[in-house]
Each structure stands twice: as C-alpha cells, then as structure tokens.
T-cell receptor, first 114, second 112 residues
Framework: KAGVTQTPRYLIKTRGQQVTLSCSPISGHRSVSWYQQTPGQGLQFLFEYFSETQRNKGNFPGRFSGRQFSNSRSEMNVSTLELGDSALYLC?????????????FGSGTRLTVV | LAKTTQPISMDSYEGQEVNITCSHNNIATNDYITWYQQFPSQGPRFIIQGYKTKVTNEVASLFIPADRKSSTLSLPRVSLSDTAVYYCLVGDGGGATNKLIFGTGTLLAVQP
C-alpha cells in the first residue's frame, strides 16, 4: 500500500512569505501529526489532527497552523517566514490517536528560507 | 511532560550487538515507548514499541525496566546498513493530551 506522501519535497522561500505543505496519509489512517526537524533542535512536535480537529499542539508560535480535510489529508501553513523556519518538515500518520498505534512518517519537505 | 535523553553517538563493528539507552524520567502512566530509525533525507522508520518488560520483533528487542524511567533498544549483529540515527519517542498511549517527545537521537556508526 502507498505510504505517507508529502509534497513538495523541496521548497525555497523568501523571508516574510508564507508556505503551505501537504501530507497525504496512508489510506485508512485518521491521525496526522507534523514535526519540525532541525540540526539544533532535533525533532519537535508541531501538532496533531484527528477527524479534522486539532487535538494537540506543540510549542510553536501562531504562525504555524494546519488543518485536516475529510479525507484525512492534511496541510500545514507557515506565515511570515523567518530564516529560522528552515527545516525538514515531517508528517506522520497513524491508524488512530495515540502513540500505541505507531506512526508512519513521510520523507518530509525540505524548506529553505532565504 | 516526559523528557528524553540519549547518547549523542555510538560506534560499533559489523556483527556486534548494540544497545542504545534512552532516559525518560518523567514518563506518564499511559505513555508508550517507541524507537525509530532515520537515514539522511528520509523520515523516521518504526522499529519497535513497548510499554513494559521486554518486546522482541524480527529486527530488534526493547527492554523496559519496572520503573519505566529508561528503555534500551538492542540491535543484534549490526551491519553497515544499520548506520543511522536512532530516536526514542515517548507518547501518550491514550492520545488525550499527548505531547509527543522525541529523544535527542543517537547516531550509530557501524564500521566493517
């Protein structure tokens, strides 16, 4: 079966712009979570969506937002980009909520802010 | 909120057993412990998951002591292709208020 698909794979944006990243979960998976990975901070949890509702949120500013559609696909938006937002953004899907079900990750979107 | 700590790096040789430990002093009652493997420019890949005692699958074993304040991932007979970063993840099994906490990651370098 198809894995978690993230688009685009690479993105270059200018400071002050906004960006939207997309994540298509494994068919049947209802939970989608997002992570930011940087060399300095490692893997940090952004937020989790389940049944179109944001269930949990990490410690990121309001510039980071997301949503989930009825088909479980999810988008993440970052507004007013800063240089420090350059990172690998990972999406993971899970059959249901909670770490018990395990997470399958996509290959990520590499965002570079210049 | 659980905080996880791992060694930054480890070295090993092909054919050896490797044990990577993750400390999670503030683990909650319903938190599960999961280990992931990550290669450059790829997302983390699930290895194994457990709640307590010992879990074994075809690629690894996971040891969790009774107090659950740490966990050890055991990789038997590593090969060059096991060179990667390994993360532990402590997360709420129930999902009600989970704030998923990844460990700092351990870079395992396997040499011939």
């Amino acid at each position: 079966k198809a894995g978690v698909t993230q688009t685009p794979r690479y993105l270059i944006k200018t400071r002050g712009q906004q960006v939207t990243l997309s994540c298509s979960p494994i068919s049947g998976h209802r939970s989608v979570s997002w992570y930011q990975q940087t060399p300095g901070q490692g893997l940090q949890f952004l937020f989790e969506y389940f049944s179109e509702t944001q269930r949990n949120k990490g410690n990121f500013p309001g510039r980071f937002s997301g949503r989930q559609f009825s088909n479980s696909r999810s988008e993440m938006n970052v507004s007013t980009l800063e240089l420090g937002d350059s990172a690998l953004y990972l999406c993971a899907s899970s059959l249901d909520r909670g770490a018990f079900y395990g997470y399958t990750f996509g290959s990520g979107t590499r965002l570079t802010v210049v | 909120l659980a905080k996880t700590t791992q060694p930054i790096s480890m070295d090993s040789y092909e054919g050896q057993e490797v044990n990577i430990t993750c400390s999670h002093n503030n683990i909650a009652t319903n938190d599960y412990i999961t280990w992931y493997q990550q290669f450059p420019s790829q997302g983390p890949r699930f290895i194994i998951q457990g709640y307590k005692t010992k879990v074994t699958n075809e690629v690894a074993s996971l040891f969790i002591p009774a107090d659950r304040k740490s966990s050890t991932l055991s990789l038997p007979r590593v090969s060059l292709s096991d060179t990667a970063v390994y993360y532990c993840l402590v997360g709420d099994g129930g999902g009600a208020t989970n704030k998923l906490i990844f460990g700092t990651g351990t870079l395992l370098a396997v040499q011939p």
